[in-house]
């Protein structure tokens, strides 16, 4: 389970983070839509430990994950599957992780062939396809199946079979009882991935609650979106 | 502490999972070769020139300094390896999946720390081995004589042990800076600046300056005995700077910056200030703390 509570984040004078709080339950896929620059990235990091907050709690399974006993266990995440050394081989970015957290090498076999890169495996990382780079982080969040998982933007780059398998996948770990929270700026990519969302515009939440409630009122789902994240311009949501 | 070593392990996944490793390596071998090819050639081609009767009692007197001293250059590759090892992390953006693989920061900056000591103190051996190998065939027959140079009492054990822990600290030193920097191109500046820029500025000032103002030599000539390019030169026992002790029992400087006889401040050059090896051995002990604090907490404290 994810809790956000109060947090806020400035970059000097950028506010990027402006008290937020939310929660993303075991069992479901939470969805974390807004548009670009809203803050969601910076949400993921703080929650991953990745960056330090100004003020406010963020909390995975009760607490930070940086205090957590078995980390790999705990969370995991993909912010950027770029973020990767590309002369390394796919099987050793993924060994680096196993090595680190002593999980088993078969797990890394494993999860190879569940995004589809086995015969990969010995490929240097830089000669992949965007859409490899995106199965390969998500490989790397799986390794040590996680409680918890944070993708950002996961769908980006995958073409139409990927999404469908991306969101099948997650559809099955939620099953299992494990915390989804994945990222979005396009609502339509999602919609039929997640069962709660939060929507975030300018370091703000403006929404959270069920899919199926949150668009009472509107003629559309994405009518809903573009009217909640809309401040007077939504210029800056249709550029993302 | 088994966590720990899993992420020793992880690091070390890392390192050898690199070709840039490997270069290196191979460079610093290259690095050990080239010394004793230097010293070999000279011993075969000029004995006269640096004072020996003959070959052999050239090599015999080189003993097994032929074999390790090629440590102060192969430091360059490692401390290369060393700056590489973090600064890719950054360039790559790999140090977020490092991070959420071990968020605790603290066992990532000491886990990587241990990995580029290990691997620069063993290849400083391994190093010395293969060019003791290399070194065989050339000195088993030299004017009848077999001058092969076997490690004979503790100073030549304590070459063999010893140099390659200043491959070791130098490493760990650039290390710690390319944790402060992130960068490969600031910390590789910061090393050439500090162990070959600086100590001859402060060598040159040194002479210079007592000349003119004895206390502007005297600061000169101080900084320079503080200075990591001498301190850690501690840990080099065969080189003829920080290790060479004269009749006080005080460990010289280096020793080009003292020839100048004809001046007519000699009398205050001889004077020369310098640290002991202990106590180089101690300054080396507290630059690498210095730095290590400083580069755990900004490692510590940064985002990402
Ligand atoms: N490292 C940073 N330095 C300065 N500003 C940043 C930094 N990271 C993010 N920001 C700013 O914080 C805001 C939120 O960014 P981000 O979390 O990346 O948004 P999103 O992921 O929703 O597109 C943006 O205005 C962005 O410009
Ligand atoms: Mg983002």
Redesign the interface.
């Given at each position: 389970m994810i809790e956000v509570k109060n947090l806020s984040k400035n970059f000097g004078h950028q506010k990027a983070l402006d008290s937020i709080s939310f929660v993303a339950h075991a069992g479901v896929v939470t969805g974390f839509l807004g548009p670009n620059g809203a803050g969601k990235t910076t949400t993921m990091?703080v929650l991953?430990?990745?960056?330090?907050s100004d003020s406010g709690t963020a909390y995975i399974d009760g607490r930070p994950?940086?205090k957590?006993p078995n980390?790999?266990r705990t969370a995991?995440?993909l912010?950027?599957s770029?973020?990767?050394?590309?002369?390394?081989?796919a099987k050793?970015?993924l060994?680096?992780?196993?090595?680190?957290?002593?999980i088993a090498k078969d797990r890394i076999t494993y999860v190879l062939e569940l995004v589809g890169l086995k015969n990969d495996a010995k490929r240097q990382i830089r000669t992949f396809s965007l859409g490899m780079y995106q199965r390969l982080g998500i490989a790397?969040a799986l390794l040590?199946d996680p409680h918890n998982l944070i993708l950002d933007e996961p769908m980006n780059g995958l073409d139409p079979e990927g999404i469908k398998w991306i969101r099948d996948l997650l559809r099955q770990l939620a099953k299992a009882g494990k915390t989804i929270f994945l990222s979005s700026h396009i609502l339509s990519e999602v919609q039929q991935t997640v069962d709660d969302l939060v929507i975030i515009s300018k370091g703000r939440v403006v929404k959270t609650g069920k899919l199926s409630e949150i668009n009472q009122g509107f003629s559309s789902l994405e009518e809903a979106f573009i009217s909640l994240t809309d401040d007077n311009s939504n210029i800056e949501y249709k550029a993302g | 502490m088994?966590k720990f070593l899993?992420?020793c392990?992880?690091?070390?996944?890392?390192l050898r999972?690199?070709?840039v490793t490997y270069a290196c390596s191979i460079i610093a071998l290259l690095c050990y070769w080239l010394i004793a090819a230097g010293v070999i050639i000279l011993g075969f081609t000029s004995p006269g020139t640096v004072g020996k009767s003959n070959t052999a009692s050239f090599f015999v007197d080189a003993g097994f300094n032929l074999v390790v001293s090629g440590a102060g250059t192969a430091v360059i590759a490692v401390v290369i390896l060393a700056i590489l090892l973090m600064s890719?992390?950054y360039s790559?953006?790999?140090?977020?999946?490092?991070?959420?693989?071990?968020?605790?920061r603290t066992m990532v900056f000491w886990a990587k720390t241990v990995i580029i000591f290990i691997y620069s103190y063993v290849l400083g051996i391994i190093c010395s081995i293969l060019t003791w190998l290399v070194c065989v065939p050339f000195m088993i027959n030299v004017d009848g004589q077999n001058v092969i140079p076997y490690p004979n009492g503790l100073a030549d054990w304590a070459m063999f042990f010893g140099n390659p822990l200043y491959m070791g600290f130098v490493a760990i030193f650039c290390y710690f800076i390319a944790v402060i920097f992130k960068t490969k191109a600031i910390p590789l500046v910061t090393y050439f600046v500090l162990f070959f820029i600086l100590p001859s500025l402060l060598a040159v000032a040194t002479s210079t300056a007592y000349q003119i103002n004895q206390i502007v030599g005297k600061v000169a000539n101080v900084c320079l005995a503080f200075a990591p390019s001498e301190t850690f030169k501690a840990f080099i026992f065969s080189n003829e700077g920080a290790f060479v002790t004269n009749s006080n029992d005080n460990l010289l400087f280096t020793t080009k910056q003292i020839s100048v006889d004809d001046l007519p401040a000699n009398k205050l050059l001889s004077q020369v200030f310098s640290l002991t090896h202990i106590s180089a051995t101690v300054v080396t002990i507290l630059w690498l703390a210095l730095l290590c604090i400083l580069a755990l907490n900004i490692f510590k404290?940064r985002?990402?």
């Open positions: 990091k991953l430990g990745l960056i330090s994950f940086g957590s980390p790999s995991s995440g912010l950027d770029k973020a990767a050394l590309g002369s390394r081989k050793d970015h060994l680096a992780v196993a090595e680190a957290n002593n790397e040590g | 088994n899993y992420v392990k992880s690091e070390f996944v890392k999972s690199i070709k890719t992390e790559s953006g790999s140090i977020t999946s490092t991070l959420i693989a071990t968020p605790n404290k985002n990402i």
